[in-house]
Structures are given as C-alpha cells and as structure tokens.
C-alpha cells in the first residue's frame, strides 16, 4: 500500500521553511526520501531506520516515528534549488519482501 | 562510470504491439528495480530483481514481464500493450537489498512510452 503524503503540493518563497509528511498504515522498518526535478529521475535523500533516529543533510533534515508509523522532510531556509518532487518511499517490517513503496509525491516550487 | 542506463529512451507504440525496455546497470547492483510514474500516481512499482535469475511482482505488475538473465541486465516486456501502459518508466538498482543498510536506489533517466 502507497504510503500518504502531504501537502500533495507548496509554494514558499526562497528563505522559507517546508514540512513534508508521509504516513503509513502498516509497521515501518525504514523510509526513503527522494527528489525529482522536473523531467529528471529521482535522486536519493536520505533513509531512516526504525529506532526514530532523525537524520540531516545541510539544511534538509527528516525524522521518523515508528509508533506512529510517520516520517517527516524538512527543508529548513529553502533554496531555489529545492524545487522539485519529493517522494518518500516505505519499507514494510512484517513482509520482508525487499519491496520499496513510494507515495504519490508532494511538489515543491520556491519562489524568488 | 555509466551508472544505470535505459534504452529506449521514447518509443511510440500502436495497441496491441510488443516491446522490451532494457535496463543496464554498471555498479555491480543485485537489486534491480522498474517503476512507471504517471502524473498525481507517484512512482508505482511493477517488478523487481533482487539477484542474476530471480524476478518478483511490485504493486502493478499486470501486463508486464521481466528477466534477469544478466546480473546487470533487466528487461521489462510488454507482450500486447495497452493504452493504460502509457507512462514513463524507471529502472533503478541498488547495492543491497531494504534490510541491508545498503538500499540506496539509483535511477536511470527514463522510458517515455506512448501507446496509441
């Protein structure tokens, strides 16, 4: 099952700050977030394992909470570069069957 | 270093035709993997690979086959394509498998498929 995101969509304006959500129904083991640029293949971010570790990348850091099966993005001070989709995909604890699910995605424009 | 490579990149086909999509990976990957993107859908997984000789269904893998005769190597086929099977698809690898820490997927450019 597609994990939830949202917003599905945000405009900022450059030096705002963004939060993207994603939720699953089922037990996590980990959840990777990607993005896009438009006309581009999704590019890594970073993954979270379960345990609730929160983890950064320059200004765009996430958290994962297990008991609530809930990961979140945030992109702290945007860039214009941040533009783009964001996808988080969801690993599940009890299938084991290797599968990465992504959700439908939440577009991001920055503006000048 | 090539990375992961997808040919064709755009391919028009009429209903009812066939094709193959290859995908090659260079990085010594075992887990392989095809999504189709379509717009409001995300990123839908078809099949994946998670070694030379092993295949196994995603959430959409209707009307789809795929082989891993080659480590580096998947195809995906379409035996009799449909107009619902207009997407565009992504093939991505990755080291090891989601359990191993080593799950970094990275994605080729994309197949546009039309099919008319």
């Known amino acids: 099952q597609q994990p939830v995101q949202s917003p599905q969509a945000v405009i900022l304006r450059e030096g705002e700050d963004a939060v993207i959500n994603c939720s699953s129904s089922?037990?996590?083991?980990?959840v990777h977030w990607y993005r896009q640029k438009h006309g581009e293949a999704p590019v890594f971010l970073m993954i979270l394992l379960k345990g609730g570790e929160q983890k950064g990348h320059e200004k765009i850091s996430a958290s994962f909470n297990e008991k609530k099966q809930q990961s979140s993005l945030y992109l702290t001070a945007s860039q214009l570069s941040y533009s783009g989709t964001y996808f988080c995909?969801?690993?599940?604890?009890?299938?084991?069957?290797?599968?990465?699910?992504f959700g439908k995605g939440t577009r991001l424009h920055i503006l000048p | 270093n090539a990375g992961v490579t997808q040919t064709p990149k755009f391919r028009v086909l009429k209903t009812g035709q066939s094709m193959t999509l290859l995908c090659a990976q260079d990085?010594?990957?075992?887990?392989m993997y095809w999504y189709r993107q379509d717009p409001g859908m995300g990123l839908r997984l078809i099949h994946y690979?998670?070694?030379?000789?092993?295949?196994a269904k995603g959430e959409v893998p209707d009307g789809y086959n795929v082989s891993r005769l080659k480590k580096q190597n998947f195809l995906l086929g379409l035996e009799s394509a449909a107009p619902s099977q207009t997407s565009v698809y992504f093939c991505?690898?990755?080291?090891?498998?989601?359990?191993?820490?080593?799950?970094?997927?990275?994605f080729g450019a994309g197949s546009r498929l039309t099919v008319l």
């Open positions: 089922k037990a996590l083991y980990s």
């Open positions: 690979s998670v070694g030379e000789g092993t295949t």
């Open positions: 991505a690898s990755s080291y090891g498998g989601p359990f191993s820490g080593a799950n970094v997927l990275t």
């Open positions: 990085m010594n990957h075992e887990y």
């Open positions: 995909g969801t690993v599940h604890e009890q299938n084991r069957d290797d599968k990465i699910i």
